[in-house]
C-alpha cells in the first residue's frame, strides 16, 4: 500500500543497470534521461553498526547514502551555484516512492549507444591515461576549485565520463557532500578551499595507485598519503589508518 505522497512507481519488472555498495541505479521507466537510485535493503543499518561509536550515536538516515546526497545537493555552493554546476554534477529532481522503497532521481549519462557512460575507473583500466582524459581530469579540478562545490573522496567508480564528440567530460554520480561530523567546510570560503584541494590531492594520489602497478593494496597506499600528507608533528605512528569513507 502507498502511504507517501510522493507520486509511484512500480518497478517490480524492472533490472537495474548498475549495483553499487549501496544503491540499486535504474533507468526511469517513463524517461530514459533520468536515473533512479534505491538503497540496497539493510544497508544503512549496517553501515550504522560498523561505525565507530561516536558516529553510532547519530540517527540512521545520516548512513542512508540518499538522504545524504539529497541533503548534500542544499549545500550552499549548489543551491547559489551557476548553470555550469551541470557540465559536472547531476541535477537532483527530488524523490519517487517505488515498491523497493523511496528513491532519488537524478539525471541519467549515457554513452554514444545509450547504455549508462562508462565510469572514470572503467575508461582508465581500457586506455590508461590518455591526454583527452588528462584534460577531462584538469577541467573537473579547476570546476571544483572555482565552484568550491564539497565532495567526499573522490572514488574513480563515483565520476562517468561523457563523451561528447570532440572532448571527455567528467560528471560526479556519487560522493556529493562532507563525511566529516561537523560541516565547518561548508560555511567558510577559506575552509572550503582546504576541503577541495585536499579531496583533489586525495584523488591525484588514487589515480597513480589506480594506473600503476598496483604491488601494494589501496590501503597501505591511503595509510601512506595520510602519513606523509600532514605536517610531521601532526603524522600518525606508521600502520594505523584513520577511519574513512568509501562508497
Ligand atoms: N547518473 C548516472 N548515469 C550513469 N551511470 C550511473 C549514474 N549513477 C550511477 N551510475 C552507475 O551506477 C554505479 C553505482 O552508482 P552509485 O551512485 O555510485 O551507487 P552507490 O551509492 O551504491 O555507490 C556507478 O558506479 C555508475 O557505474
Ligand atoms: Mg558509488
Known amino acids: 500500500m502507498q502511504v507517501s505522497n510522493l507520486p509511484f512507481l512500480d518497478l517490480s519488472e524492472k533490472q537495474p543497470f548498475a549495483i553499487g555498495d549501496n544503491r540499486l541505479c535504474f533507468r526511469h521507466p517513463d524517461d530514459s534521461g533520468l536515473c533512479i537510485?534505491?538503497?540496497r535493503a539493510g544497508r544503512a543499518g549496517r553501515l550504522r553498526g560498523q561505525a565507530p561509536l561516536y558516529k553510532r550515536l547519530r540517527r540512521e538516515k545520516h548512513f542512508d547514502d540518499n538522504w545524504q546526497e539529497f541533503y548534500a545537493f542544499q549545500q550552499p555552493a549548489i543551491r547559489t551555484g551557476g548553470p555550469e554546476l551541470w557540465r559536472h554534477l547531476p541535477r537532483c529532481?527530488?524523490?519517487v516512492e517505488t515498491n523497493l522503497g523511496p528513491a532519488l532521481i537524478s539525471d541519467f549519462f549515457a554513452d554514444p549507444s545509450g547504455d549508462?557512460?562508462?565510469t572514470l575507473e572503467q575508461y582508465l583500466k581500457h586506455h590508461g591515461r590518455t591526454p583527452e582524459i588528462d584534460e577531462?581530469?584538469?577541467e573537473f579540478c579547476a570546476f571544483l576549485r572555482s565552484s568550491?562545490?564539497?565532495t567526499k573522496n573522490l572514488l574513480p567508480h563515483n565520476l562517468v565520463v561523457a563523451d561528447l564528440d570532440r572532448e571527455l567530460r567528467l560528471i560526479l554520480i556519487d560522493g556529493i557532500g562532507l563525511a566529516t561530523l561537523l560541516p565547518l567546510a561548508k560555511h567558510s570560503t577559506l575552509l572550503s578551499r582546504r576541503h577541495v584541494e585536499k579531496r583533489i590531492r586525495w584523488f591525484e594520489h588514487r589515480l597513480a595507485w589506480e594506473t600503476g602497478?598496483?604491488?601494494e593494496s589501496w590501503q597501505t597506499a591511503e595509510a601512506k598519503f595520510h602519513r606523509y600528507a600532514r605536517p610531521r608533528w601532526r603524522r600518525?605512528?606508521?600502520g594505523r589508518a584513520r577511519g574513512r569513507e568509501e562508497c
Open 37 to 39: 537510485k534505491i538503497n
Open 93 to 95: 529532481y527530488g524523490w
Open 116 to 118: 549508462a557512460a562508462p
Open 136 to 138: 577531462a581530469l584538469d
Open 148 to 150: 568550491l562545490v564539497l
Open 213 to 215: 602497478s598496483r604491488l
Open 236 to 238: 600518525a605512528p606508521s
